[in-house]
């Protein structure tokens, strides 16, 4: 049988005879779609334990367990966390009201992650994978013993069925994504369930995306569909097949989960050492100063913070002198999230670059730190701050044919200049001359001129007022002193502290000027820089709050799905961190490379922390015989 290239090669020797030409052609196309056929038929399938990104997975098949495991973990105790603020469904993906913590940890994925190695997944309810060179589709082959907390199956149906409903009843901006890049998902048998990847879209990201997705029962759904939908708020979390389950929810006060005792994947070689509580509780406060003093009295006993102020001056109090308490920091591998302050770019007044500009200069990072936050925070420039992928210097090599590849599409001082760096302030003053006074030139530039009034309007008489959305105290002192600044240029900038349920909805309903965001990024970005930073559905996508929307940053976010090579993708990774930082969206910030997490000394973690994962939810575990010491002192209940 001809090849593809041979068949298409087939030529009409007789241009006279228009017929004999139709044959020849007709058959050429038919030998060319069988020999495609034949090329896809043969080619090899993969059949495997697990899924990389790129390169080779660390764990062979059959492996024991994860090497920052302790598999001699004791089991039992309680995890007891915080959260604050209010909650009014046990139901994850509600579109309305706000969840309550931990709820979608019940419901287990295909695949499971491994902490100590980027891009790397291993079977969970799928015990293993199959897929073609090319990725057109997958096999995933469901564990037989996967079950439900009620005892029944977990099957492929399943799996079809959460696939579906996430598209039906899921976030909009998800469903629309996903409805293009995964077209069909089907049951092949009980235990097998397929994946279909449409053509016009890059296979990287697919097989993990899908691997990923959890799973509901569908038996307990359809049991009563009217009132078990993924889209409504309700305290019924339904069943999952995870560890735990739901104990009690007491709206705005506590959630408790307890293991499962019948949890089928307990033994499994992914879970040895994990999921170590018994029970795992959540105290729901109404601040943080209020949470912070419930930690001091012993109502919950393990507390990450985030809070520089809390961390310098909070932990003074006797439990923590007499060793009770143990303030940990603990490294952190992962990409530092993108913090900053985010511009709605759907409003007109940020369209214009000179005025995001000037709003980033009155920011003052290095006051900001000294005074309120202890000096222990770093400023942030990059999108992927201290890691392979942050853009450094002049472009060359691969990132600059990538960036002249955009055309006029960016910038041309894009391909000249060093990226856009985080500017510096005087440490000695909230308000920075030189900045300021550089500001207030760019709000002149572009049309924003001072009236009698001292405040800023434009040629139609408006006055440039930006609010600040947030829901939190905490950033509300970073803020003031930030929109005194602004102030002082003719900017009529406010705070609005609202309650934390009309927060969520104005912040999915995009009816924010700025709110304080932070991005969470990877060592391997994918799809998810979509719906961060991609045109699809950035007017209503609540993983976009900038409303961002560019065809270079488009461009490059396909590049970086297609690419082959962790090479190309980190050339295209800086490449977009590049574009990102000249657009201006955002007022970068600060961060961190370690994680303050304060405890009472009761819990206990592996020598080895994995670096992308402190683990405390599932690494950790509790020494009841300190946890009786520290009761019997009366220093905890």
């Known amino acids: 049988m001809k090849t593809a290239r041979a068949a298409a090669r087939v030529r009409v020797k007789d241009r006279a005879n228009p017929l004999q030409a139709a044959a020849a052609l007709a058959l050429g196309v038919v030998l060319a779609l069988a020999a495609a056929t034949l090329a896809k038929a043969e080619e090899t399938v993969i059949k495997s334990h697990g899924f990389a990104e790129f390169g080779e997975l660390k764990y062979p098949e059959g492996f024991a367990r994860f090497d920052y495991v302790n598999p001699d973990a004791p089991k039992g105790g309680e995890l007891s966390i915080s959260a604050v603020g209010t909650f009014d469904s046990m139901n994850p993906f509600t579109r309305k009201g706000r969840a309550g913590a931990l709820s979608s940890d019940h419901f287990e994925s295909l695949l499971v992650e491994s902490y100590d190695e980027p891009g790397s997944y291993y079977g969970l309810i799928a015990e293993s994978l199959e897929y073609p060179e090319s990725q057109d589709w997958v096999i995933f082959n469901l564990r037989p013993e996967a079950k439900f907390s009620d005892g029944t199956a977990v099957t492929a149906e399943d799996v079809v069925f959460s696939h ?354 932070a991005y969470p990024m990877s060592l391997e970005p994918s799809t998810g820089l979509y719906q961060y930073f991609g045109s699809e559905a950035h007017e209503y996508s609540v993983f976009n709050p900038a409303g961002l929307a560019d065809p270079a940053v488009d461009a490059l976010i396909g590049n970086i799905v297609n690419a082959e090579t962790q090479e190309e993708l980190r050339a295209n990774a800086r490449a977009l961190d590049r574009v990102l930082r000249a657009k201006r969206f955002m007022v970068p910030t600060w961060y961190l490379d370690v994680n303050w997490i304060a405890y009472w000394d009761m819990y206990r973690h592996p020598e080895n922390l994995p670096p992308y994962n402190t683990g405390v939810l599932d690494l950790w575990w509790i020494d009841a015989a300190r946890e009786a010491e520290l009761k019997s002192a009366g220093a905890l209940r």
């Open 164 to 517: 579906n409903i996430l598209l039906d009843q899921g976030l909009k901006s998800y469903a629309e994504a996903v409805r293009k890049r995964i077209p069909k998902a089907e049951a092949l048998s009980p235990h097998r369930v397929k994946f279909h990847f449409s053509p016009d879209f890059p296979r990287r990201a697919m097989i993990t995306q899908v691997g990923g997705t959890p799973v509901f029962s569908k038996a307990w759904f359809e049991a009563d569909p009217e009132n078990r939908r993924l889209d409504e708020p309700r305290l019924d979390p339904g069943i999952g097949s995870g560890p735990y389950v739901l104990e009690s929810a007491e709206v705005n006060q506590r959630i408790t989960y307890k293991r499962n005792p019948d949890y089928w994947g307990a033994d499994l070689n992914v879970n040895v050492g994990r999921h170590n509580y018994d029970r795992i509780r959540v105290e729901y406060f109404g601040d943080a100063i209020a949470a912070m003093e419930g930690f001091k009295a012993g109502v919950y006993t393990l507390r990450p913070e985030n809070n520089s102020k809390s961390w310098a001056t909070a932990y003074d109090f006797a439990a923590v002198e007499k060793g009770q308490v143990v303030k940990g920091e603990i490294p952190d591998g992962n990409v530092p999230a993108a913090n900053g302050f985010v511009m709605n770019l759907l409003k007109p007044k940020f369209q214009d670059i000179r005025v995001r500009e000037a709003l980033q200069l009155a920011f003052n990072f290095e006051w900001t730190n000294d005074s309120l936050q202890y000096g222990l925070f770093r400023h942030r420039s990059s999108f992927w701050q201290d890691s392979p992928l942050a853009a450094k210097g002049l472009p060359e090599g691969r990132e600059k044919e990538v960036l002249e590849a955009l055309g006029d599409q960016i910038d041309p001082t894009v391909l000249t200049s060093e990226p856009v760096m985080a500017h510096s302030s005087q440490a000695s003053r909230p308000g920075d001359r030189k900045n300021l006074r550089r500001a207030m030139k760019l709000l002149e530039e572009a049309g924003w001129t001072v009236g009698d009034d001292g405040m800023r309007r434009n040629a139609d008489g408006e006055p440039l007022k930006v609010e600040f959305l947030a829901d939190s105290p905490t950033i509300e002192r970073i803020v003031q002193p930030y929109i005194s600044n602004l102030r002082t240029m003719g900017v009529d900038a406010v705070l609005n502290r609202v309650d934390y349920a009309q927060y969520t909805s104005r912040r999915r309903e995009k009816e924010f000027d700025i709110i304080s965001h």
